[in-house]
């Protein structure tokens, strides 16, 4: 069974760092390209960053330079290093399986990041 | 940047009754899109991928159609545990995904 389970999430001061986890089992993860996703209280989703099979990466616009996507295949672990965090990165994290480039196949039950002073 | 409407914003149907929501993309994404079924306090979940294909262990219940830039999730019976948020999404702009805003779906 594949499950994916976040952890990390807390509450943190505007400007603080935040690392996230996420601990993949059920699948092979080194063959999987992996995600994270966010949900601020009351919205809709928020794609944020993916990480290739060969740890390319990429970022949403709104996180560019602040948060750093990472994984461990040794250790079938997936992270996000969150930055510079402002009170709008208020949010409920996901991370989220990648199948075929196309869509979001198995997801995490999700972490809550509160920014707040 | 390919954009995702969904409608309507909220529906409210009774048990049993068909449900019809929408997903419009501002160009076409060909067959690449898929819905996901979020329950409060749940993370989502694939329904859909490929317009029209379910996902493992979906209900018949459930169904996609459409292409190009107009696509339909319809649910053919309602039932209780079928209250929740259903969101589209593409990924023509790779790597970005990109999500409609949601149809809340209330069971009476």
């Known amino acids: 069974e594949v499950q994916l389970v976040e952890s990390g999430g807390d509450f943190v001061q505007p400007g603080g760092s935040l690392r996230l986890s996420c601990a993949a089992s059920?699948?092979?993860?080194?063959?999987?390209?992996m995600n994270w996703v966010r949900q601020a209280p009351g919205k809709g989703l928020e794609w944020l960053s993916y990480i290739s099979t060969s740890s390319s990466v990429y970022y949403a616009d709104s996180v560019k330079g602040r948060f750093t996507i990472s994984r461990d295949n040794a250790k079938n672990s997936l992270y996000l290093q969150m930055d510079s965090l402002r009170d709008e990165d208020t949010a409920v994290y996901y991370c989220a399986r990648d199948q075929l480039e196309l869509r979001l196949d198995y997801w995490g039950q999700g972490t809550l990041v509160t920014v707040s002073s | 940047e390919i954009v995702l409407t969904q409608s309507p914003a909220t529906l409210s149907l009774s048990p049993g009754e068909r449900a019809t929501l929408s997903c419009r993309a501002s160009?076409?994404?060909?067959?690449?899109l898929a819905w996901y079924q979020q329950k409060p306090g749940q993370a989502p979940r694939l329904l859909i991928y490929?317009?029209?294909n379910r996902a493992t262990g979906i209900p018949a219940r459930f169904s996609g159609s459409g292409s190009g830039t107009d696509f339909t999730l319809t649910i053919s019976s309602l039932e209780p545990e079928d209250s929740a948020v259903y969101y589209c999404?593409?990924?023509?702009?790779?790597?970005?995904?990109?999500f409609g805003q949601g149809t809340k779906l209330e069971i009476k």
């Open positions: 999404q593409q990924r023509s702009n790779w790597p970005m995904y990109t």
């Open positions: 059920g699948f092979t993860f080194s063959t999987y390209s």
């Open positions: 160009q076409s994404v060909s067959s690449y």
């Open positions: 490929d317009a029209s």
